[in-house]
């Protein structure tokens, strides 16, 4: 049994474990980002790294980061929450540390995860996983293998257009899908609903202290779960935005499966029913050909350690 350790680096927090060659976390801790200092987010991997390794032997780190990492997959290029630029992490951790490492966008690590050990293990080939957060992102295996790009940047699926000249992203595009189909939007949709048919989202705004501006995405889960019309409506809006592009990416590339993950996906088939019809609605002309099954993520907030500690493995 081969051990290894996966880093999921996001802007709150930095998580780790140690994770054997069937996707199981042995142990696992975690602690805070300081988000705004590079030095110190370094060293908090490095310490983190360090006390998962005492008295182990392990083979490789990998590391999941919220950014876009170069082809090489060890600088990252950018990251919109953390403070790197052109930061060259695999070098300063694996001096660090005295271990092979590799760096990865946190949303493909996920992907990873998921199609090793999660919702699409039973896939061989290919899985296409979109995250729904805040924002939307994503991960394209193909061939068995996780789709990067000629520069390490592939599968940025939140930023696929979806309304010509739409709501502003903040990629700097018009319309982009991120911005009918996320968490954000979820609550843009239920707050303007809110406002619209105050007498429909009664339960709503009582959960908001009745300001509509109030209004957050746990509040349009627990009041959709407990029947309010106006919460149950933005669930459907962002599900059908959603299926419209799972079945964009079904006619381009053809995937064994369709994976939807993210914290949104926690509100099970509020989501997912709306998601499911407006993908089967926009594929009806394949009747007669097989589709690739939407299927939520099973992996949760373990997926970015399990996935980088796994690509760490295949260094």
Known sequence: MTLTIGVDVGGTKVA??????????????????????????????????GELAAGRTIEAVGIGAAGWIDATRSTVLFAPNLAWRDEPLREYVSTAVGLPVIVENDANVAAWAEFRYGAARDADDSMI?????????????????????????????????????????????????EQYASGSALVRFARAGARQEPNRAAALLELAGGEAEAITGPMVTTAAQGGDPVSAEAFAQIGRWLG??????????????????????????????????????????????????VLPAELGNSAGVIGAADLARRI
Request: hydrophobic residues 40%.
């Open 129 to 177: 996983m979109f995250t729904i957060g805040t924002g939307v992102g994503g991960g394209i295996v193909l061939g068995g293998e996780l789709m990067r790009g000629a520069h390490g940047v592939a599968a940025e699926l939140g930023h696929m257009l979806a309304v010509p000249d739409g709501h502003q992203c903040g990629c700097g595009r018009l319309g982009c899908i």
């Open 244 to 293: 419209t592009s799972l079945a964009d990416m079904a006619q381009i590339l053809d995937p064994q499966t369709l994976v939807v993950g993210g914290g949104v996906v926690d509100a099970g088939d509020l989501l997912l029913g709306p998601t499911r019809r407006s993908y089967l609605d926009a594929l009806s002309q394949r009747g007669r050909l097989p589709v690739a099954e």
């Open 16 to 49: 780790g474990g140690v994770v054997d060659d069937t996707g199981t976390v042995l142990v696992q801790t975690r602690r805070d980002t300081p988000a705004d200092d590079v030095a110190k987010t370094r060293d908090v991997i490095i310490e983190l790294v």
